[in-house]
């Protein structure tokens, strides 16, 4: 993000109140609070909930629902809308004189309140029409798909606005609509928030941040205490093989030091030396190396949970295993799980996991491993993390407030 992308003042709003859990609201809530993170100004406009209220904003106002019951059956109602159109320029005026641009979501698309649309319009302020739904192109709306005044909102492009589209489809519908140029209707997704989706609790967020595997593509788990039998020399060594191939991959090992055996503390700084050997500092991550100083590992129970929900594969190179609980909890997480060909894992996996031989060594690993991420599962994970995450999302959503602002 550029220093001339920050400080704009905002306007946001939508016909309904704000927040809302879910669709268009949802996504404007989490606009708002994205772009004040940003450095914005963003104030939020709606006629209930947490926000600038203007009641005539809201759909269920008694007058607005009124008036577009009123439209559905065909009748124009030009007094009952000026009058409204007119008082929503008199309430939001003073409201948006400040603002650099206004953001209204489907206002301009939708018959909800057609009087707010007009209103937004006789502002002035640059103004930007985000797109969600096309209600001219919507049969449950045939009532308002009418060719003149007020109705004709819906379907031609308004002068000074300029309009965005949610996706490529509705790109196209609104270009073929309103003979705009396809040049002039920029799409920018929706965006979804992995951490909060996962549940990430702050403290996860930030160890992810600290330990350097924030942004990793993939992340390979390998949830494990450090000790000689889970034989981390063969995820390391795997990593270097993956990493022409995933110049991102991180890899962490997320136990700490075995607790019955002094050979441990020999072991790590083994496993320290290879990863250097192997240049592999950056993508090779032991989280014992952040050890609290109190001694505290700083991954307890609810964190290694997080962790298997962030996580791309999780990786169990053990050649021995009593039980292998960290592969029931890649059932539960439904994360992809690469492990060693060993009795009592096939016992548990029952074929649902991706085997190499036990004495495969790490090309076997590096095999199984990319077999997992090609999978169609984890190519839509990363698909959805590399396209629609709102790290994605916000520099498209910025280049089109710059772009409006002029």
């Known amino acids: 993000?550029?220093?001339?992308?920050?400080?704009?003042?905002?306007?946001?709003?939508?016909?309904?109140?704000?927040?809302?859990?879910?669709?268009?609201?949802?996504?404007?809530?989490?606009?708002?609070?994205?772009?004040?993170?940003?450095?914005?100004?963003?104030?939020?406009?709606?006629?209930?909930?947490?926000?600038?209220?203007?009641?005539?904003?809201?759909?269920?106002?008694?007058?607005?629902?009124?008036?577009?019951?009123?439209?559905?059956?065909?009748?124009?109602?030009?007094?009952?809308?000026?009058?409204?159109?007119?008082?929503?320029?008199?309430?939001?005026?003073?409201?948006?004189?400040?603002?650099?641009?206004?953001?209204?979501?489907?206002?301009?698309?939708?018959?909800?309140?057609?009087?707010?649309?007009?209103?937004?319009?006789?502002?002035?302020?640059?103004?930007?029409?985000?797109?969600?739904?096309?209600a001219w192109l919507n049969p449950r709306y045939l009532a308002y798909q009418r060719h003149h005044w007020p109705w004709s909102l819906l379907s031609q492009a308004q002068p000074g606005v300029r309009y965005v589209a949610i996706s490529r489809v509705r790109q196209r519908e609104l270009v073929e609509l309103m003979r705009l140029p396809p040049h002039e209707v920029p799409v920018v997704p929706n965006g979804v928030s992995p951490a909060t989706f996962w549940g990430l609790s702050p403290e996860t967020v930030e160890l992810a941040r600290q330990a350097g595997f924030e942004g990793a593509e993939p992340l390979i788990l390998v949830p494990v205490r450090i000790t000689r039998r889970k034989r981390l020399e063969l995820a390391i060594e795997a990593t270097a093989l993956l990493r022409a191939q995933y110049p991102r991959l991180r890899l962490v090992v997320s136990g700490p030091l075995g607790p019955h055996s002094v050979d441990n503390v020999a072991y790590a700084a083994e496993l320290r030396e290879l990863r250097s050997c192997l240049d592999l500092e950056d993508e090779v991550i032991l989280i014992c190396d952040l050890t609290k100083p109190n001694g505290e590992h700083?991954?307890?129970?609810?964190?290694?949970?997080?962790?298997?929900?962030?996580?791309?594969?999780?990786?169990?190179?053990?050649?021995?295993?009593?039980?292998?609980?960290?592969?029931?909890?890649?059932?539960?997480?439904?994360?992809?799980?690469?492990?060693?060909d060993i009795p009592v894992l096939r016992e548990t996996t029952h074929g649902h996991a991706w085997l190499f031989p036990a004495a495969g060594g790490a090309v076997a690993i590096a095999s199984s491993a990319r077999n997992a991420l090609g999978s169609r599962a984890a190519r839509l994970r990363r698909h959805v993390l590399r396209s629609y995450g709102w790290p994605a999302v916000m520099p498209q959503l910025e280049s089109v407030i710059e772009a409006s602002c002029g």
Not at 305 to 317: G, K
């Open 1 to 134: 993000m550029t220093n001339a992308t920050r400080g704009r003042r905002l306007a946001l709003l939508h016909y309904t109140a704000a927040p809302v859990t879910g669709g268009v609201e949802s996504v404007l809530s989490s606009q708002a609070q994205l772009l004040r993170e940003a450095g914005h100004d963003v104030l939020m406009i709606a006629g209930r909930g947490d926000a600038r209220l203007v009641p005539e904003v809201d759909s269920r106002h008694r007058e607005v629902e009124q008036l577009a019951e009123r439209l559905a059956a065909g009748d124009g109602a030009q007094d009952a809308f000026e009058g409204l159109r007119a008082r929503l320029v008199e309430r939001l005026e003073p409201l948006v004189a400040d603002r650099d641009l206004v953001i209204a979501h489907n206002v301009l698309t939708m018959p909800f309140n057609l009087p707010l649309a007009a209103a937004l319009v006789d502002l002035g302020t640059p103004l930007v029409a985000w797109t969600h739904d096309l």
């Open 298 to 340: 700083p991954v307890d129970d609810r964190a290694v949970a997080e962790l298997y929900r962030m996580a791309d594969l999780i990786l169990l190179p053990s050649e021995s295993e009593g039980f292998g609980l960290p592969a029931l909890e890649a059932g539960l997480s439904q994360t992809p799980l690469v492990c060693a």
